[in-house]
């Protein structure tokens, strides 16, 4: 998460949508960065509107505009089945290696995913507290779009740099487990569907 105080502007980091990217690219103009551990760096939409920015706004007498990335979901489930392939920093339980990505989509589409597949739901992620969400949404894939944002609200050219990459895999969907998925992850398709640029 990173806070622009003068700006009031705040980017909250949606795990695998190039946060770590960005993070390193802006953490020298933030007023706040929270990098660690990762259940504060990924401060969610509903705990920044009831905790952090109410102090925030006390602090500045200013309303701040929340901003946020969003990935396609069948390419943020890819992400972390890959992601999870990796040897480093992955625990064993949570390892993906010994499982294909349709088995991946089909566990994390039960009520109670095993913990391999236990990675929450962008959804949810950026579902706000009461009436408050994320004021500006950005897909993923059009990472662009965000950049020239930011570079507009912080006045300076920014250029992100490749970090936390996860490694190429099979992202092979049969068409029973594409349609269990697009059931059960209505709420994240229709969100990202209402992002503008698509």
């Known amino acids: 998460m990173l ?4 700006q009031r502007l705040v980017f909250l980091a949606t795990p695998k949508t190039g946060s770590t990217a960005i993070e390193s690219a802006l953490q020298p103009l933030a007023a706040l960065t929270i990098e660690r551990p990762p259940v504060l760096k990924h401060t969610n939409a509903q705990r920044f509107h009831r905790f952090i920015g109410p102090y925030l706004e006390a602090a500045s007498g200013a309303e701040f505009t929340v901003t946020a990335m969003m990935r396609e979901p069948v390419s943020w489930l890819g992400s972390w089945y ?5 040897g480093d920093g992955v625990e064993a339980r949570n390892r993906t290696n010994d499982v294909t ?3 991946f ?13 236990d990675v929450g739901r962008q959804s ?6 009461k009436d408050k969400s994320v004021d500006r949404l950005f897909r993923y894939e059009r990472i662009k779009d965000f950049v020239d944002f930011l570079e507009d609200q912080l006045d300076c050219a920014i250029t992100l740099p490749r970090l936390n990459v996860s490694p190429e895999g099979d992202l092979t969907l049969g068409d029973r487990t594409r349609a269990l998925l697009e059931r059960e992850a209505a ?10 640029g698509g």
């Not at 806070?3 to 003068?6: H, L, M, Y």
């Not at 709420?187 to 503008?196: G, M, N, Q, T, V």
Request: charged content about 30%.
């Open 187 to 196: 709420a994240d398709f229709a969100l990202y569907a209402s992002i503008p």
């Open 105 to 117: 989509v089909q566990a994390w589409c039960r009520d109670d995913p095993p913990a391999f597949a």
């Open 124 to 129: 949810r992620f950026l579902k706000g507290h």
């Open 3 to 6: 806070v622009f105080f003068d």
């Open 82 to 86: 890959r992601y999870r392939q990796r």
């Open 101 to 103: 990505f349709d088995e």
